[in-house]
């Protein structure tokens, strides 16, 4: 039996999670569920698979989680804090952890599972953005077991049998290029001068996933695939530039890896991340997933496209920032989070999502990412500098 335990169980990753658990009861227990804010969905999850522990953000919401647990006969512990994610994230009983908490805030509790020595199904990516070298290091020295469960990222693994994550030089492998895929986002064929007028419920519409709202935005943006180029650098050891990116609306080829013998590998499948968990959580072995096989037939016609950067700003900058190295990325990860919640709250446009990272970037000194202290100082600097800007547009 291996027991998992759920970072940010109540978020699209989570819930897909439980779905796969739910299908292998004689393989897999639910030791722990996390979730910031949404208490009344953790109470359900709680009530139908009954972890030994349940963490939520603060302390009113672990008073509410825990009447309404008692209210329904549910004696699940249930605890508040970063200290308490870490806690389930390294406890001995746990096997597996999936760490699906959007935004640095996941860094810490995928961090502690890491040095713990869990097997970590990856589907934070900002936390490895940020933490790069420091992250890997953790796996390497407490013997982890790393795992990507990005479409993207978890289709590369699935390419490169012979250069696992946070193995081999991609070169080692005869690997020529690394190539991930992107659908585009809602805004794809958009006029991109009319692109300062849409709405947040406009950019969380994503053609091909059902997303939360925060990563909805950065698909639109394309900062979602620019933090996946980040991760890919670190995950599989290529340099920016062996990494692509190309646009493929259909979302069924989840990336690709050529070789320089002039083959090329891609993982396909149908756009549902119950998939690459799967995957994850039973490899080397194969589990259901609860996925429709694939009908190329019915999908017909595969196509794809380079990313304009004029269009899709956030990439570019992105690809900056792995160049720069150090903590650029961590500058960037922060200065995003930052840009667009505020234009989530209506308080900036759309195009000025890359505008505000740009000044960051600029503005706040890069320094090298030698603990995870300086990491974290950084992200404190640049969210600082990315409110303060904020600030100045609203009142200018």
Known sequence: MQYITILGATGSIGVSTLDVLARHPEQYSVYAL????????????????????????TADAALELTRLLRGQGVDTQVEYGVEALCAIASAPQVTGVMAAIVGAAGLAPTLAAARAGKKVLLANKEALVMSGQLFIDAVHDNGAVLLPIDSEHNAIFQCMPHAHAHGRAPGAAGVAKIVLTASGGPFLTRDVETLDTVTPDQACKHPTWAMGRKISVDSATMMNKGLEVIEAHWLFGAPAEQIEVLIHPQSVIHSMVSYIDGSVLAQLGNPDMRTPIAHALAYP???????AQLDLAQVATLQFERPDFRRFPCLALAFDALRAGGTAPALLNAANEVAVQAFLDEQIGFRQIDRVIAHVIETVPHGAASSIEAVMEQDRLARAAAHAYIAHRLAA
């Open 34 to 57: 996390s979730a910031h804010s949404r208490v009344a969905e953790l109470a359900a999850q709680c009530l139908q698979f009954r972890p030994q522990r349940a963490v939520v953000g």
């Open 285 to 291: 072995q194969r589990i259901n997933s609860g996925v």
